[in-house]
T-cell receptor, first 111, second 115 residues
Framework: GQGVEQPAKLMSVEGTFARVNCTYS??????LSWYQQREGQAPVFLSY????GLKDSGHFSTFLSRSNGYSYLLLTELQIKDSASYLC????????????FGTGTTVSVSP | GPKVLQIPSHQIIDMGQMVTLNCDPV?????FYWYKQILGQQMEFLVN????????KSKLFKDQFSVERPDGSYFTLKIQPTALEDSAVYFC?????????????FGPGTRLTVL
C-alpha cells in the first residue's frame, strides 16, 4: 500500500547522535521533507531532499535513496533540547503539493 | 522565522453545529493547506488552495468541508454540519509555491472537539 513509515521512539544520549529512519511507498515521488514538532506546537521545517545522497546542514543531515524508498535524518552533537518528535513527509505527485506524513519518531535525549 | 497563526487554539462544539477554523498564513505566501491529525495518528492532508481555488483535496475532505480566503484575509476551513469523527487537531500551512522546495510553514493547530 501507499504510506510513510517511521519508528515510534528513539532514545539517545547527549553529545552523541541519533538517526531517524523513514521508509516510504508512494505512487510517485516529488521530494521528501523533515519536520521537528514539539508537544502542542507547530511542525518546524528542517530539510527537503529530492536527489539521492547525503545533504549536510550542520546539526541536521539528511540522506535519501529513491531506489530503496528510504531516507534518514541524522542529528549530531545531540543536546537535551533536541528531544522532540521528528516527522517525515513525502510529496508523491509531480507538481502536487500535498504532503504524506509518517506518524513521527519521538526522540528522547538523556544526559 | 515566518509564522502562521491559527484561531482559536481550542474549540468545543456539539455535533451538527457549524464551525469555522481560521488561519493567518505567511503574508507573501500563495499556497494554503489544511491537515488533520487525530490523536496518536499521523497528520493527513485535507486540501490545498491557490488563487482562490481548491487545487487538490483528499478523500478526507468531505462534502461538509469548505475552504475560502475572502479578500486576502483569513484562510478558513468550515465544517457544516460537524460529526463526532471530525474531532482532531487541524493544522494550517502555507508556502510560496515556487520551484520544487517543499517548505510548508505550519501553524500550531486548532484542537476541535465535537461532542
Amino acid at each position: 500500500g501507499q504510506g510513510v513509515e517511521q519508528p515510534a521512539k528513539l532514545m539517545s544520549v547527549e553529545g552523541t547522535f541519533a538517526r531517524v529512519n523513514c521508509t516510504y511507498s508512494t505512487s510517485g515521488f516529488n521530494g521528501l521533507s523533515w519536520y521537528q514538532q514539539r508537544e502542542g506546537q507547530a511542525p518546524v521545517f528542517l530539510s527537503y531532499v529530492v536527489l539521492d545522497g547525503l545533504k549536510d546542514s550542520g546539526h541536521f543531515s539528511t540522506f535519501l535513496s529513491r531506489s530503496n524508498g528510504y531516507s534518514y535524518l541524522l542529528l549530531t552533537e545531540l543536546q537535551i533540547k533536541d528531544s522532540a518528535s521528528y516527522l517525515c513527509a513525502v510529496r508523491d505527485q509531480q507538481g502536487g503539493r500535498a504532503l504524506i506524513f509518517g506518524t513521527g519518531t519521538t526522540v528522547s535525549v538523556s544526559p | 522565522g515566518p509564522k502562521v497563526l491559527q484561531i482559536p487554539s481550542h474549540q468545543i462544539i456539539d455535533m451538527g453545529q457549524m464551525v469555522t477554523l481560521n488561519c493567518d498564513p505567511v503574508s507573501n505566501h500563495l499556497y494554503f493547506y489544511w491537515y488533520k491529525q487525530i490523536l496518536g495518528q499521523q497528520m493527513e492532508f485535507l486540501v490545498n488552495f491557490y488563487n482562490g481555488k481548491v487545487m487538490e483535496k483528499s478523500k478526507l475532505f468531505k462534502d461538509q468541508f469548505s475552504v475560502e480566503r475572502p479578500d486576502g484575509s483569513y484562510f478558513t476551513l468550515k465544517i457544516q454540519p460537524t460529526a463526532l469523527e471530525d474531532s482532531a487537531v487541524y493544522f494550517c500551512a502555507s508556502s510560496l509555491g515556487t520551484g520544487g522546495a517543499g517548505e510548508q510553514y505550519f501553524g500550531p493547530g486548532t484542537r476541535l472537539t465535537v461532542l
